[in-house]
C-alpha cells in the first residue's frame, strides 16, 4: 500500500509496458518506486494489434509467460498492392515478428512481475501536475486519487504516460509531433475469417492505406486484428479512416465474410528520436520517450527494452544517491546504444515512403522477393532497392 508521507526514490507515472517493467527493475535494484496508473484495471481496455516481437522481449528481459500468448506466428507476409506478397519466416524477419498476445494480461503480467519484486501500484491515480521544489528541481507529483487530491514526493519522476505524456510535456523535454509523425489508428477484432492464422499480415496499398498500412493479426483459426494506421497528414475528414478501413475489407472476400466483435482507435507517435529523455530528476520512457518504431508502429518491445535501462538506473542512482541529469545520462546513453540508429534510419525511411506509389511498391516487394534477403529490416531492404532499382532509392541515399 502507498504511503502518502514518505519521500519514494521514484514515482513512475503510467502501469503499461514501459512503466511496469522499468519498476520492476528498479525494484530488483533494491529502489522504493510507486507506479500511479490513472485507469482502474491495468491493461485495459486495448488499444493494440497485439504483435510483439520474441526476440525484443528476450532482450529485455522480460518473463514470458504461455498465459498472455495468444498465438505463435510462423512469420510475416508483406503484401504488395497488386497482390504479390514476401514471406517470411521469423528467422529473416529482424525484430518484428513472433507472438500475437493478449495485451491486457501482458501488461497486467508486468505490472504483477513489478509487484512482486517490491514495488507499489496504485490504481486510479492520475498526474496532475509535476511538484518542484524552490530550485526549481523536480521532487514529485501532484495526483488525483479517486477523486482526492494529493500529492507524492520522490527523488525522481518517470513519465511512462503513453504517447500523450503529460509529464513530458509538462518538462517540456517533447517538441510537437508533425503531421507526418502520428499514426492515427483503427481496429476491428474481426471472427469468421478465412485467414492464415499462423502469419501477421502488412498490407500496403496507397488506395486504402495511404502513408501507412492495413494489417492481420490472428488471435486463433478464424479470428483476427484487422486493423489500418496512417499518417495524419493524409486523413483528408472525419470518419476518412473508417471508410478506408470498410472499403478495404469490402474489396476482400475472406475477410468481408467476418463479422467485427471489437473495435478500438488510438494514436501512434512515429517521430525521430528526441533530443533528451532526461533532466534534473525526471526520465522518460516508452511512447512518453518517442520510443516507437516509424516503421511498424510497435512501441511493445522498444518500451521494455528501454524500460529495463530506466529501471537499471534508478537503482544506480538511488545507490549512488544522485538524481542529476548528468547521473541519468546513463539511461540516455544505454536506450539510445539499443534503439536510436534503428529509430533514425526508420523514420528517415517512413518520410521517404510516405509519397512512394503503388507501382513502387510492386517493384520493391517483387525485388525483394527473387533477392531472398536474409533478413527483413530496412537497411537490408534500401540495399537491395539500390542494387536492382537504383532509381527508387535515390531519396534514401542518406540511409544506405
Ligand atoms: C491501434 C494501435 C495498434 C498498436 N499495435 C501495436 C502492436 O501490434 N505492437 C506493438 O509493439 N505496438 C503496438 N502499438 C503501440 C503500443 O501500444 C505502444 O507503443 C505501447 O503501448 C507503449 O507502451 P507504454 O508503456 O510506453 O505506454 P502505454 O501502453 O500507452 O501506457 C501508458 C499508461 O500510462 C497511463 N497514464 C497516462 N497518463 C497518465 C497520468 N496522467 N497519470 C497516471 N497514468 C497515466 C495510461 O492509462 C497507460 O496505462 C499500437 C498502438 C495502437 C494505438
Given at each position: 500500500m502507498i504511503d502518502w508521507n514518505m519521500e519514494y526514490d521514484a514515482v513512475i507515472v503510467g502501469a503499461g509496458p514501459a512503466g511496469s517493467h522499468t519498476a520492476r527493475f528498479a525494484a530488483e535494484g533494491g529502489a522504493k518506486v510507486v507506479i500511479i496508473e490513472k485507469r482502474q484495471e491495468v491493461g485495459s481496455p486495448v488499444r493494440c494489434a497485439e504483435g510483439a516481437a520474441r526476440?525484443?522481449?528476450?532482450?529485455?528481459?522480460?518473463?514470458?509467460?504461455?498465459?498472455?500468448?495468444s498465438g505463435e506466428m510462423d512469420g510475416a507476409m508483406i503484401i504488395a498492392p497488386n497482390g504479390n506478397y514476401l514471406e517470411v519466416d521469423e528467422a529473416k524477419a529482424g525484430a518484428e515478428v513472433g507472438y500475437v498476445i493478449e495485451r491486457d494480461l501482458f501488461d497486467q503480467a508486468l505490472a504483477k512481475t513489478a509487484v512482486q519484486r517490491g514495488a507499489e501500484l496504485v490504481l486510479k491515480c492520475s498526474a496532475t501536475a509535476l511538484i518542484k521544489d524552490d530550485t526549481g528541481k523536480v521532487c514529485g507529483v501532484k495526483v488525483n486519487h479517486m477523486g482526492e487530491e494529493k500529492e507524492i514526493r520522490a527523488k525522481l519522476v518517470i513519465g511512462a504516460d503513453g504517447h500523450e505524456s503529460l509529464i513530458g510535456?509538462?518538462?517540456?523535454?517533447?517538441?510537437?509531433?508533425?503531421?507526418?509523425?502520428?499514426?492515427?489508428g483503427l481496429q476491428y477484432r474481426m471472427t469468421n475469417l478465412?485467414?492464415?492464422?499462423?502469419?501477421?499480415?502488412?498490407?500496403?496499398?496507397?488506395?486504402?492505406?495511404?502513408?501507412?498500412?492495413i494489417w492481420i493479426f490472428p488471435k486463433d483459426e478464424t479470428t483476427a486484428n484487422v486493423g489500418i494506421g496512417i499518417?495524419?497528414?493524409?486523413?483528408?475528414h472525419k470518419g476518412h479512416l473508417?471508410?478506408?478501413?470498410?472499403?478495404?475489407?469490402?474489396?476482400n472476400p475472406k475477410i468481408a465474410q467476418g463479422e467485427i466483435i471489437d473495435i478500438i482507435a488510438g494514436g501512434i507517435p512515429v517521430g525521430h528520436p528526441v533530443d533528451a529523455t532526461v533532466m534534473d530528476g525526471l526520465m522518460l520512457?516508452?511512447?512518453?520517450?518517442?520510443?516507437?518504431?516509424?516503421?511498424?508502429?510497435g512501441g511493445i518491445g522498444n518500451g521494455c527494452k528501454a524500460g529495463r535501462e530506466c529501471g537499471l538506473?534508478?537503482?544506480?542512482?538511488?545507490?549512488?544517491?544522485?538524481?542529476?541529469?548528468?547521473?541519468?545520462?546513463?539511461?540516455?546513453?544505454?536506450?539510445?546504444?539499443?534503439?536510436?540508429?534503428?529509430?533514425?534510419?526508420?523514420?528517415?525511411?517512413?518520410?521517404?515512403?510516405?509519397?512512394l506509389d503503388d507501382d513502387v511498391f510492386n517493384k520493391i516487394i517483387t525485388t525483394m522477393d527473387e533477392v531472398g534477403i536474409t533478413e527483413v529490416n530496412v537497411f537490408n531492404l534500401l540495399v537491395v532497392i539500390k542494387d536492382k532499382h537504383p532509381e527508387l532509392v535515390e531519396k534514401f541515399q542518406d540511409l544506405i
Amino acid at each position: 500500500m502507498i504511503d502518502w508521507n514518505m519521500e519514494y526514490d521514484a514515482v513512475i507515472v503510467g502501469a503499461g509496458p514501459a512503466g511496469s517493467h522499468t519498476a520492476r527493475f528498479a525494484a530488483e535494484g533494491g529502489a522504493k518506486v510507486v507506479i500511479i496508473e490513472k485507469r482502474q484495471e491495468v491493461g485495459s481496455p486495448v488499444r493494440c494489434a497485439e504483435g510483439a516481437a520474441r526476440r525484443s522481449l528476450q532482450e529485455a528481459e522480460v518473463i514470458i509467460d504461455p498465459k498472455w500468448i495468444s498465438g505463435e506466428m510462423d512469420g510475416a507476409m508483406i503484401i504488395a498492392p497488386n497482390g504479390n506478397y514476401l514471406e517470411v519466416d521469423e528467422a529473416k524477419a529482424g525484430a518484428e515478428v513472433g507472438y500475437v498476445i493478449e495485451r491486457d494480461l501482458f501488461d497486467q503480467a508486468l505490472a504483477k512481475t513489478a509487484v512482486q519484486r517490491g514495488a507499489e501500484l496504485v490504481l486510479k491515480c492520475s498526474a496532475t501536475a509535476l511538484i518542484k521544489d524552490d530550485t526549481g528541481k523536480v521532487c514529485g507529483v501532484k495526483v488525483n486519487h479517486m477523486g482526492e487530491e494529493k500529492e507524492i514526493r520522490a527523488k525522481l519522476v518517470i513519465g511512462a504516460d503513453g504517447h500523450e505524456s503529460l509529464i513530458g510535456r509538462w518538462a517540456g523535454l517533447l517538441p510537437k509531433l508533425e503531421k507526418n509523425d502520428i499514426i492515427s489508428g483503427l481496429q476491428y477484432r474481426m471472427t469468421n475469417l478465412d485467414i492464415n492464422h499462423k502469419f501477421v499480415q502488412f498490407y500496403l496499398t496507397k488506395e486504402f492505406a495511404p502513408g501507412g498500412y492495413i494489417w492481420i493479426f490472428p488471435k486463433d483459426e478464424t479470428t483476427a486484428n484487422v486493423g489500418i494506421g496512417i499518417v495524419i497528414s493524409e486523413i483528408k475528414h472525419k470518419g476518412h479512416l473508417k471508410e478506408l478501413l470498410d472499403g478495404w475489407i469490402a474489396a476482400n472476400p475472406k475477410i468481408a465474410q467476418g463479422e467485427i466483435i471489437d473495435i478500438i482507435a488510438g494514436g501512434i507517435p512515429v517521430g525521430h528520436p528526441v533530443d533528451a529523455t532526461v533532466m534534473d530528476g525526471l526520465m522518460l520512457v516508452g511512447d512518453a520517450g518517442r520510443q516507437t518504431d516509424p516503421i511498424t508502429g510497435g512501441g511493445i518491445g522498444n518500451g521494455c527494452k528501454a524500460g529495463r535501462e530506466c529501471g537499471l538506473t534508478i537503482a544506480a542512482a538511488v545507490k549512488a544517491n544522485d538524481f542529476s541529469a548528468k547521473f541519468l545520462q546513463m539511461y540516455e546513453t544505454a536506450w539510445r546504444d539499443l534503439l536510436e540508429e534503428r529509430l533514425y534510419r526508420n523514420w528517415m525511411a517512413k518520410e521517404a515512403c510516405l509519397g512512394l506509389d503503388d507501382d513502387v511498391f510492386n517493384k520493391i516487394i517483387t525485388t525483394m522477393d527473387e533477392v531472398g534477403i536474409t533478413e527483413v529490416n530496412v537497411f537490408n531492404l534500401l540495399v537491395v532497392i539500390k542494387d536492382k532499382h537504383p532509381e527508387l532509392v535515390e531519396k534514401f541515399q542518406d540511409l544506405i
